[in-house]
């Protein structure tokens, strides 16, 4: 796991919502949501922050090895989901069986009960962008996901792409979520100043780290940052693909090191070669019209 500057803020802002959940209060509980573009990284953040947590927890409440007790529960929205569907996902991760015949209500006292004797207090709901509430049965299952947080004694994280712009977000319901969500927007790698170049250089070489290469020279990739950068469009996400697939090739053809022709023949995603080409073409428009200039 690679710490960041999210995930340092996320840790920081997570234990502030937390300690403010824990006070006797009137109020509505506060939640956190984790929102960016696809390979920003938001998965592996959530799931970082659920594991301190519970390792905090089980640490301060003397529980280490207690197997009644569950301080987080991690569920994945499915894409067009129902009530039943979305908490299913939950009694999945659980292990609680759910007869077929069931219904979401029936399925949601089950789960609530559970949580509630497990004791957990932080519940993270991943892809929460497939609830989508154009459709009433997406509609529903948003509906049903907010009960679902107004009945347990527990944050709620939330993560998602774009999720300012979703459904969950929108109309009177979404108003009402959105005023208890503190937003944390993640957004990819800068290169436009020297200290962004010197965070994502950072990055490079804790990806670079990571590596079980026999003949790769340590820190070597910090010269190329910047054709990674090109490469990824500044993506956590782009970085780590690009370079496991580049460490297994290297590992395949028995050369055990990634040097930048090792990187040219290794292939990224859809989006990251976009983003290349992309930059690409800009770069050699602006070749041009200053060539013009020049003549």
């Given at each position: 796991m690679l710490e960041t500057t999210d995930t340092h803020a996320l840790t920081r802002q997570t234990r502030i919502i937390l300690s403010r959940n824990a006070a006797t209060t009137a109020t509505a509980r506060r939640g956190l949501a984790i929102s960016g573009a696809a390979g920003m990284g938001k998965s592996t953040a959530a799931l970082l922050i659920g594991k301190r947590h519970e390792k905090a927890e089980r640490r301060r409440l003397e529980r280490i090895d207690d197997v009644s007790f569950a301080p987080v529960v991690y569920a994945v929205v499915p894409p067009a989901t129902t009530p039943r569907m979305l908490m299913q996902a939950f009694a999945s991760w659980l292990g609680l069986p759910v007869p077929q015949r069931s219904t979401a209500q029936l399925v949601t006292e089950h789960v609530v009960g559970v949580l509630r004797t497990l004791g957990t207090s932080?519940?993270?709901?991943?892809?929460?962008?497939?609830?989508?509430?154009?459709?009433?049965?997406?509609?529903?299952?948003?509906?049903?996901?907010?009960?679902?947080?107004?009945?347990?004694?527990?944050?709620?994280?939330?993560?998602?792409?774009?999720?300012?712009?979703?459904?969950?977000?929108?109309?009177?319901?979404?108003?009402?979520?959105?005023?208890?969500?503190?937003?944390?927007?993640?957004?990819?790698?800068?290169?436009?100043?020297?200290?962004d170049r010197e965070a994502w250089t950072e990055l490079v070489l804790g990806v670079e780290d990571l590596l079980p290469l026999a003949e790769h020279e340590p820190e070597s990739l910090a010269e190329e940052a910047a054709y990674l950068w090109d490469r990824t469009g500044g993506s956590i996400g782009g970085l780590r693909a690009l370079l496991s697939d580049a460490a297994i090739g290297a590992i395949i053809d028995g050369t055990e090191k990634i040097d930048r022709r090792r990187l040219q023949a290794t292939a990224t995603d859809y989006a990251a070669e976009e983003h290349h080409h992309t930059r690409a073409a800009m770069s050699a428009g602006s070749h041009k019209r200053g060539l013009q200039r020049a003549q």
């Open positions: 932080l519940v993270v709901v991943d892809e929460v962008h497939n609830l989508t509430t154009n459709r009433q049965a997406g509609a529903e299952a948003a509906s049903t996901l907010k009960q679902f947080a107004d009945r347990l004694d527990a944050t709620f994280l939330y993560a998602g792409i774009d999720l300012p712009t979703t459904d969950l977000f929108a109309g009177d319901m979404g108003r009402q979520i959105k005023a208890r969500m503190i937003m944390h927007q993640m957004r990819p790698y800068g290169n436009g100043s020297k200290t």
